[in-house]
């Protein structure tokens, strides 16, 4: 298992430094550090899902956005970037130089990745209408910037964007059987 955990970390490792190498652009990167700086803590998500709390007809949308931002922040943040503990890239990988502030907190997973796709997937299913999918590629364009910008190696923005799912299907089951019951408790 170390071998082939060795050999992901070295194509990891090579695929961020052809980003750095042959990818990055003056254009680019002015680009994706202004939207990786959208994902910051979660704050562009919370500030959505604030917004749709005052919306009658998207309150539901804001709940389940803050129910899975939370269930997001408790595995991520608290729980599985304190277990693994994994080094940010640009302390393992030669030559790889982040383009933005040194990170203050582990790797694994991408915090980024898992907070916009909980946002984005409890938009995607509350949501309705044909707009719905521009959280979600906002969210994608948001994991692609980290490992752009050299503090992610991709294995960490998988595992965000699976956990950031995870997140949002919990929280929309969490969230319907509460309805469910409010409902059948009503209708007694």
Not at 35 to 45: K, M
Not at 151 to 172: E, F, K, M, Q
Request: glycine share 8%; with cysteine.
């Amino acid at each position: 298992m170390t071998g082939a955990m060795e050999a992901l970390g070295q194509w990891e490792g090579m695929f961020l430094l052809f980003l750095q190498d042959v990818v990055r652009t003056p254009v680019l990167t002015w680009l994706l550090t202004k939207i990786t700086a959208l994902g910051d803590a979660g704050w562009f998500w919370m500030f959505l899902a604030i917004l749709f709390l005052f919306s009658k007809k998207y309150r539901t949308t804001g709940q389940m956005m803050v129910l899975a931002l939370l269930l997001d922040f408790l595995v991520v943040n608290v729980a599985i970037k304190n277990i693994v503990c994994r080094v940010r890239p640009y302390e393992a990988v030669e030559g790889l130089m982040p383009l933005i502030e040194r990170q203050v907190d582990w790797s694994f997973p991408s915090g980024h990745a898992a907070s916009g796709l909980a946002a984005a997937t409890a938009i995607c299913l509350t949501v309705k209408s044909g707009w719905r999918y521009l959280p979600l590629a906002l969210a994608l364009l948001i994991c692609f910037s980290r490992l752009y910008v050299g503090v992610h190696y991709p294995s960490d923005v998988l595992a965000g964007i699976v956990i950031g799912v995870l997140c949002a299907v919990a929280a929309n089951y969490v969230w319907q059987r509460a309805w469910r019951s409010r409902s059948e408790g009503e209708n007694r």
